[in-house]
């Protein structure tokens, strides 16, 4: 059986990470659009980095797929994307797949929200249940 360790560390072998306190210089950057994997229940509960756009994790990939009914607009940008969930772990094997669906420019947050809170990054108001 393939571990998740091992998972995480085939993906971060070939996608680029660092922690969120190197990451911070890219937020607020032109181009470069941050994005949240964490289920809703995490941002309800801890909010999310200001500004980020949220795609919960199981709907990455059709999200991304530009002939998918899901297309999202945001993923045919063209932007640099860094991926977040809490720890970096999820972040890690999105991005990973993300790359192997062709986009361009994908890094991930290597210690995850908790690691941008850390680092003192801006978070954005809990969201409001609908």
Known sequence: MKKIKDMVAEAN????HGPAAEMLNLHGC????FV????????????????AFHC??????????PESPYAKPQFQ????FVF????????????QTAQEMGLKNVSHISDGFK????AGGTVA???KKV
Do not use: H
């Open 13 to 16: 072998a070939v996608v680029e």
């Open 30 to 33: 032109d181009g470069v659009t």
């Open 36 to 51: 949240d994997l964490r289920d809703p229940r995490e941002l309800e509960r801890d909010g999310m980095i200001t500004g």
């Open 56 to 65: 919960p994790r199981g709907m990455l990939e059709f999200w991304i797929d």
């Open 77 to 80: 940008s063209g932007n640099r």
């Open 84 to 95: 977040y969930c809490a720890s970096g772990w999820r972040s890690a094997l999105s991005a």
């Open 115 to 118: 690691g941008w809170q850390a």
């Open 125 to 127: 108001e809990k969201p």
